[in-house]
């Protein structure tokens, strides 16, 4: 009984003054997206232009936003993944062995080496 006292004695003014521990947000909440898309850095212009374009199914439009983001950030996994899906995108009418495809494959491996956790993040067009 004297030590739960004394521990709660030297422990409760800490616990206290601590501020409560934030619930991390889901993936797919709106928090979740803008503090993935602020993360982007320089290539992030251009990440959502190429989204925006991609949406509307300008892939070459789509493809050169993506371009520019992998050229200002050579190791953003979401711009080498973005540019790669553009490139399959692009290639889908084609041959499963299209050198567009095969691009496609190659960006996405290198994607998931730069960052095995990469999770695309698409948005509805509510």
């Not at 320089?42 to 983001?69: S, T, V």
């Not at 399959?88 to 190659?106: F, L, M, T, V």
């Amino acid at each position: 009984m004297l030590v739960t006292s004394v521990v709660l004695a030297v422990l409760l003014p800490a616990l206290q003054q601590a501020p409560p521990p934030a619930a991390p947000a889901p993936k797919d909440s709106p928090s979740a997206v803008a503090a993935a898309e602020a993360s982007t850095g320089a290539a992030g212009p251009h990440l959502d232009a190429g989204l925006a374009a991609f949406k509307k199914r300008r892939f070459a439009k789509a493809e050169i936003e993506f371009r520019k983001a992998v050229d200002a950030e050579p190791q953003n996994a979401a711009a080498l993944f973005y540019l790669g899906y553009t490139y399959y995108k692009i290639a889908e009418p084609k041959r499963h062995d299209s050198p567009g495809k095969q691009k496609a494959a190659e960006l996405f491996a290198k994607a998931y080496a730069v960052d095995p956790a990469f999770t695309p993040v698409w948005r509805s067009g509510k």
